[in-house]
Every structure is written in structure tokens, then in C-alpha cells.
């Protein structure tokens, strides 16, 4: 019986990946930590990635033919502030993960994010040395290279401002927040120099399920394939969902100030994924067609 282990799948992309996995996969199991939920049809476990042990006992319990590990410290301006949990979490969590499926024979997908980038240039392929300006993005490196260590067949999947429907937990995403505050009548101001490629979760947990039932490893970049500043992201997102675009106003990142920096322009190319699978990336507008429907 193949069988998935979702690992941070009470989360919005693992939540994604676990429902789609039953399509791919005879069982599912998706591992929560703080937010217990249900996916119908498929196993849940709780897990905290930081140990080892534990970690190992799941892998060796489960007999998982795939991982795809999703869980993550997230918050780029928490991780600033709090170096050492995202070192446990962003590091240390994806080597334990990664030594456990080493062990098991088991293939690894783990999820890291353009943030590996400086931003100074864009247009970054799998090719392009990363250069990371701040902690999650250091610490997302520091994974991807513990990852790479310990079990040289595994993939390592960068995606980019990942949005979709959270069923599972209140916590927003870019176009959720955005929604939110538009139909709220409430004025929103995005970035216009910070130049992103958006992922929507539910194409991309599709995408990520076939790279692990391939026979592939190494980098892969698998986020959307269309450039825009969070500014045009946030006109798409009102046109999509039919709302009066006059409360999105345009604001500079350097007005505002963030704890940590963020890179201006760290856009990915998909062409390396898009070959391996043989598909098109969706448009933006199409995917917020997608989101709309099925809200
Ligand atoms: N969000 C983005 O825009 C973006 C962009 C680029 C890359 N990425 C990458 O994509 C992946 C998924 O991101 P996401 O936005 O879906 O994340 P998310 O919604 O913040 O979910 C994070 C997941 O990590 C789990 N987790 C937290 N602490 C844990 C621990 N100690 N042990 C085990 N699991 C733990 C959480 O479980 P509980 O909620 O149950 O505590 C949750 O399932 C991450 O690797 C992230 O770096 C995200």
C-alpha cells in the first residue's frame, strides 16, 4: 500500500498536499503540531520536528514510501527576532526529518522558499547561488543543505508567497488578508517594488506530489510563473473577486519599516519543474478564478 506522511499538514500547504495525496497515494498522514485537524480519509498524527527521536519513531512505525515536509518556522519578521527557534525549526527539524528518511530508504520532498535569494536581480533559477539577507531565509538555506547532506536523493521544492483557501486554522495569507480588508472596506497599502512569482497552493501540492512519485532529486523551483509587484498582485486579487480596486493604494518597502529586510526582487523560474512534468504553469488570474470559485 503506497503511503504519504504529510509532515506540517495542518498548515496551508500541507493541507493542500494532504487532500490532494489521496488522489496519488493509497493512505495519507498528515502530522500537525500546535493545530490539530481532520482531512477526511486520511491519518493524523502530532509531531514536533525537533526530535530526532520522535521523528524516527513515526518514519519507523508509518513505513512511508514519500515525505514531503512542509513544516517550517514562517514568519519572516518572527524569525528575526528569534534566531534560535528558527534555527530548531528551519535546520534542525528538516535534519532530523531528512536523517530519519535516510535511514527508512524513504524519498524526501522538502518545501524551502525564494527567500534563499538576495532579491538584487531576480529571474533566479536552480543554478543561481543562493544569498540569503535575513534569518528565515539563512535558516531555510541552513535546511536545504542539511537536507541535501544526509540523503542525497531527495528534493528540495522553492516556492514564493504561497495563497489559497486555509480550512484548517484563521491564520491569512497574502490574498486572504487582502480580501479581507477590501471587502471590509478597508484601505490596503502593498509593496510596488517588491516583485514576487505567487504560488497557489492548490496547483502547486499537485505539482509537488508528482515530483516525489518521480524519479528526480536536487533543487527544483515549482512556485507560479508570473512576475508581479505585491501591488499588481493585489489589482489581480480585486479583479478577480470582483471588488472596487480604489482602497489598494501602492507604498514603497522602504516606507515601512520591518524588522528584517526582504528581498526587492527575488522572482522564480519554473522552466526546470515545468520540463520535468510537461505542463504550463496557470496564470495568476486563472488560479484566483480557481480560488474564487471554490470559496
Ligand atoms: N507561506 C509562504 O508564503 C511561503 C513562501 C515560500 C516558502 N514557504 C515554505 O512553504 C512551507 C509551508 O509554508 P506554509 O505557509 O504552509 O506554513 P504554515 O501555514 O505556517 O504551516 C507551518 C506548519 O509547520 C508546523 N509546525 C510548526 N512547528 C512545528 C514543529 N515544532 N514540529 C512540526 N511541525 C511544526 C505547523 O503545525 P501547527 O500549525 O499544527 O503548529 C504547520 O503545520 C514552509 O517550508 C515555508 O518555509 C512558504
Same mark, same amino acid.
Given at each position: ?5 504529510? !509532515?506540517? &499538514?495542518?498548515?496551508?500547504? +500541507? ?36 526530535? &530526532? ?5 513515526? #518514519? ?5 514510501? *514519500? ?8 514568519? $519572516? ?8 527557534? &528558527? ?5 534542525? +527539524? ?42 528565515? +531565509? ?9 537536507? #541535501? ?9 522553492? !516556492? ?24 471590509? +472596506? ?30 528526480? *532529486? ?32 501602492? $507604498? ?15 522572482? #522564480? ?27
Amino acid at each position: 500500500m503506497s503511503t504519504l506522511l504529510v !509532515i506540517g &499538514a495542518s498548515g496551508l500547504l +500541507g493541507q493542500h498536499i494532504a487532500e490532494r495525496g489521496k488522489q496519488r497515494f493509497e493512505r495519507v498522514i498528515g502530522t500537525y503540531h500546535a493545530n490539530p485537524f481532520q482531512i477526511q480519509g486520511a491519518g493524523v498524527q502530532g509531531l514536533d520536528i525537533r526530535s &530526532a527521536k520522535t521523528v524516527s519513531e513515526l #518514519l519507523e512505525r508509518e513505513e512511508p514510501d *514519500s515525505v514531503i515536509l512542509c513544516s517550517a518556522l514562517t514568519g $519572516v519578521d518572527y524569525c528575526e527576532e528569534h534566531p534560535e527557534e &528558527a534555527v530548531a525549526l528551519n535546520e534542525k +527539524g528538516p535534519l532530523n526529518v531528512a536523517k530519519a528518511c535516510n535511514a527508512q530508504g524513504t524519498k524526501l520532498l522538502h518545501i524551502s522558499t525564494d527567500y534563499v535569494f538576495d532579491g538584487k536581480r531576480g529571474d533566479y533559477k536552480e543554478t543561481d547561488e543562493p544569498n540569503p539577507i535575513n534569518i528565515y +531565509g539563512k535558516t531555510k538555506l541552513g535546511g536545504e543543505k542539511k537536507v #541535501l547532506e544526509s540523503t542525497p536523493n531527495s528534493i528540495i521544492a522553492r !516556492i514564493c508567497v504561497v495563497y489559497g483557501w486555509n480550512r484548517n486554522t484563521p491564520k491569512k495569507n497574502f490574498v486572504t488578508w487582502v480580501l479581507e480588508n477590501l471587502e471590509g +472596506g478597508e484601505p490596503v497599502e502593498l509593496f510596488d517594488d517588491q516583485i514576487v512569482t505567487p504560488t497557489y497552493a492548490d496547483e502547486v501540492a499537485d505539482i509537488l506530489l508528482r515530483l516525489v512519485q518521480k524519479d528526480v *532529486s536536487g533543487v527544483f523551483h515549482a512556485s507560479g510563473s508570473q512576475k508581479v509587484s505585491r501591488y499588481e498582485f493585489g489589482k489581480h486579487i480585486a479583479e478577480a473577486f470582483s471588488i472596487n480596486l480604489e482602497k489598494l493604494a501602492p $507604498v514603497s518597502m522602504q516606507e515601512v519599516g520591518l524588522p528584517a529586510k526582504r528581498p526587492k526582487d527575488s522572482s #522564480l523560474i519554473v522552466r526546470k519543474t515545468e520540463e520535468e512534468l510537461n505542463i504550463k504553469m496557470r496564470p495568476l488570474p486563472l488560479s484566483l478564478k480557481h480560488m474564487r470559485e471554490n470559496r
